[in-house]
T-cell receptor
Framework: QKEVEQDPGPLSVPEGAIVSLNCTYS??????FMWYRQYSRKGPELLMY????GNKEDGRFTAQVDKSSKYISLFIRDSQPSDSATYLC???????????FGSGTKLNVKP | SQTIHQWPATLVQPVGSPLSLECTVE??????LYWYRQAAGRGLQLLFY??????ISSEVPQNLSASRPQDRQFILSSKKLLLSDSGFYLC????????????FGDGTRLSIL
């Protein structure tokens, strides 16, 4: 079983839609959770960084962590064509010496 | 602010040739440094990480090696490239001060012919 599972998509939505991206994980030691956005031929860019369970909001983006279910989500409100990219989740344990990445979900927001 | 630079952006090399990819970080001291390889449709595979000058940990035994000759410089090398070394190589850094996420460069796309 992989440490982190992420649906590869592609996920195609109309402009203005609410997007939900998700990851599940198996290691209960993970305490830090991140979401990265990666445009084609570019490196991943950090979008959200959360610790333990709960929600964190930044503009149109909300990250949600449910440690009891080992499930994390990224919500994008009022999605824009510029949000079209691959989104990767990532996780780390308490000492942050190793990161585990999902394989990424490709999102396409249609104008 | 901190920035990370990787070069070259694209590289085409013949099988059996040597490789040297360079990564430098600006605006921070004693960063943790990482080399990843990303295959199409797959996650990031950690190749090497370093917590200080001359300190390299290898995650996957392979045809590659890494070196950290200076605090903010990380180099990925190979003496003889294989076809299977093709891929997208990413360098990343994180602060050594407490739990902090990684920040990535824009990568090098390596094609082996």
């Amino acid at each position: 079983q992989k440490e982190v599972e992420q649906d590869p998509g592609p996920l195609s939505v109309p402009e203005g839609a609410i997007v939900s991206l998700n990851c599940t994980y198996s290691n209960s030691a993970f305490q830090y959770f991140m979401w990265y956005r990666q445009y084609s031929r570019k490196g991943p860019e950090l979008l959200m960084y959360t610790y333990s369970s709960g929600n964190k909001e930044d503009g149109r983006f909300t990250a949600q962590v449910d440690k009891s279910s080992k499930y994390i989500s990224l919500f994008i409100r009022d999605s824009q064509p510029s949000d079209s990219a691959t989104y990767l989740c990532a996780m780390a344990n308490y000492n942050f010496n190793k990161f585990y990445f999902g394989s990424g979900t490709k999102l396409n927001v249609k104008p | 602010s901190q920035t990370i630079h990787q070069w070259p952006a694209t590289l085409v090399q013949p099988v059996g040739s040597p490789l040297s990819l360079e990564c430098t970080v600006e605006g921070t001291s004693n960063p943790n440094l990482y080399w990843y390889r990303q295959a199409a449709g797959r996650g990031l595979q950690l190749l090497f990480y370093s917590v200080g000058i001359g300190q390299i940990s290898s995650e996957v035994p392979q045809n590659l090696s890494a070196s950290r000759p200076q605090d903010r410089q990380f180099i990925l090398s190979s003496k003889k490239l294989l076809l299977s070394d093709s891929g997208f190589y990413l360098c990343a850094w994180s602060s050594s001060q407490g739990p902090q996420p990684q920040h990535f460069g824009d990568g090098t796309r390596l094609s082996i012919l």
